[in-house]
């Protein structure tokens, strides 16, 4: 993977378009109406809101889209129902980022969770997203989840053993403090954290542009221990290309297929979506099967 592959989005913003341009896909994306609610720099990342004119707020971390109001249900269901309802009884979940606390409400729509832990290294975008995406936060009293705000691999490398059930790696790209949580350091930790029939969760990239970070992703996975490794794809048009994906893998054996018909309220996953985002184009059996 060349240094190109990962080149800063630049944010060139006019007066009524937000556009990010992905210079690694030689793509952007554009949403009209580009109203500013809120901008905050921490000492991590620049946070930003805006209200579109028909995706309602949007939120931007260094220039980067991240969460729009039309279409983040697809990503927060499917970083968290494929691999919850492929465990036989998730009870503790860690959540490494997700500061915008869309996973950890559908995380928490499972009633075998006793404990949703979320660790964000920055407490900017939980601020934001309570103010401008309250319904995403909507779950953050829930007296099983914990929100902490430091650097997730530092809390990894703190972890007990075999404390976990389901690890969400719900970070921003891998650049900026998002880079050490697709390393095979972070990765090892996470083996250890995790109990037997524990699962590994990343939000992985666009299958389209990004193949050799996913193929990455999976073989340091395996480096470390884990099998299965899987990735799950899903449509989410306001990442580049439009073309989503989660990875995941597992501590001992395990199969991608639903134990049990989805029985939490979701708008884009169920049984079907399930098997179907866990079908492998045929590029991808044969990038993985070398
Ligand atoms: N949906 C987004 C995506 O796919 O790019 C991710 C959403 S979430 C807002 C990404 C979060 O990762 C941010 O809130 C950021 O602060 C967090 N993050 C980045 N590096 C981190 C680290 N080392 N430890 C914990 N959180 C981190």
Same mark, same amino acid.
């Given at each position: 993977m060349s240094d190109n592959d990962l080149l800063p989005n630049r944010n060139l913003q006019t007066e009524d378009w937000i556009i990010e341009a992905c210079d690694a896909g030689g793509s952007a994306f554009a949403l009209k109406g580009? !109203? !500013? #609610?809120h901008e905050a720099q921490s000492p991590f990342q620049k946070v930003e809101v805006y209200e579109s004119e028909q995706w309602g707020n949007v939120m931007l971390i260094d220039g980067y889209y991240m969460v729009t109001g039309k279409d983040n249900f697809v990503y927060h269901e499917m970083m968290s129902h494929p691999a919850l309802y492929s465990h036989a009884n998730p009870k503790d979940v860690v959540i490494i980022?997700?500061?915008?606390c869309g996973t950890l409400r559908e995380v928490l729509k499972?009633? *075998?969770?006793?404990t949703a832990t979320q660790i964000d290294i920055d407490q900017e975008v939980t601020i934001a997203s309570e103010k401008f995406f309250p319904e995403l936060c909507? *779950? /953050? /009293?829930?007296?099983?989840a914990q929100l902490m705000w430091i650097d997730g691999i530092q809390w990894m490398a703190d972890a007990p053993d075999a404390s976990a059930d389901i690890i969400i790696i719900? @970070?921003?790209?891998? =650049?900026?403090?998002?880079?050490? #949580?697709?390393?095979r350091p972070f990765y090892a930790q996470c083996m250890r954290v995790l109990r037997d029939g524990g699962i590994i969760v990343q939000q @992985?990239? *666009?299958? #389209? =542009?990004h193949l050799p970070l996913i193929k990455a992703i999976r073989q340091a996975w395996r480096d470390v221990g884990f099998s299965n490794d899987i990735t799950e794809q899903f449509f989410l048009? @306001?990442?580049?290309?439009g073309w989503w994906s989660a990875s995941m893998a597992c501590k001992g054996d395990n199969n991608?297929?639903? !134990?049990?018909?989805?029985d939490v309220s979701t708008r884009y996953y169920n049984s079907a979506i399930h098997n179907g985002a866990f079908a492998q184009p045929q590029f991808l059996l044969e990038a993985f099967s070398q």
């Open positions: 580009a !109203k !500013k #609610l980022g997700g500061g915008d499972h009633p *075998s969770v006793a909507d *779950s /953050n /009293n829930d007296p099983r719900d @970070s921003t790209d891998p =650049i900026g403090p998002g880079e050490g #949580l697709f390393t @992985s990239e *666009s299958p #389209l =542009i048009p @306001s990442y580049p290309t991608w297929q639903a !134990k049990r018909d989805c």
